[in-house]
């Protein structure tokens, strides 16, 4: 072998396992790193409070007593004049990070917590809701990108759109598999393939249900447009 190729030959072999360290570095401390949005969507110390605040807050709207629709005829079935109310992602995010478990855990009793997940943070971009947490032993941040909207059945639907491991884009199909097993029902949830709900229909008492009639995601806050209805007799 001629003393060139040698030399070219040698340094590729030196190189090549150097580049690799280099890119599995890159790779391992983009995972590793926390998105940027991150920071910017921390509730801050009094978040316990703004979430039981915010909660609060939609439990009014939701039971809240509003006039029937003018167009109504009299003997027809309550319903309100539509109404819009926008949910701001500092309160999204707070609700979410120390309210969400607690919620999930006293609405269902067999409902367990998915080991290694740590606090939910949310971000409301235009066209998307950007949800977060810390997971696994090394607590990456695992992010997903959702689209929710009620769909031309009046279904509520959540589609996955993006997903990041730390700083990194990840398929979809890897950051929920890195977020653990789960029911093939939720991941087609998740894919937009079934609906989270088959009627967007939110109980208010025992005669009055708020009904979704369109959810928007707007830079900084979820806008939602309902109606108010009477329950159908049964």
Known sequence: MRPTVRRWLLRLVIAVPVIIGCVALALFLAVRAA??????????????????????????????????????????????????????????????????????????????????????????????????????????????????????????????????AGALPVPVGLALARAGAMPADVADMLRGERPLLPEAVIPADGARSVRLLGVRAREGALEIEARTESNPAR
């Not at 007593?65 to 701001?88: G, H, I, K, M």
């Not at 997940?117 to 990108?145: C, K």
């Open 35 to 164: 998105p940027a949005w991150w920071e910017q969507a921390n509730p801050g110390a009094y978040a316990g409070e703004l979430g039981t605040q915010f909660e609060n807050a939609c439990v009014s709207q939701i039971t809240a007593v509003r006039p029937a629709a003018a167009a109504s005829a009299p003997d027809a079935p309550y319903r309100s004049e539509v109404w819009r109310v926008s949910l701001s992602e500092r309160d999204l995010s707070a609700w979410a990070s120390e309210r969400l478990r607690p919620w999930l855990e006293s609405n269902d009793p067999a409902f367990r917590w998915p080991d290694g997940l740590g606090g939910v943070r949310v971000d409301v971009r235009d066209g998307f809701i950007r949800i977060g947490a810390p997971v696994g032993d090394d607590a990456a941040i695992v992010t997903l990108d959702c689209e929710v909207f009620v769909d031309d059945a009046g279904g509520l639907r959540v589609r996955v759109v993006g997903a990041r």
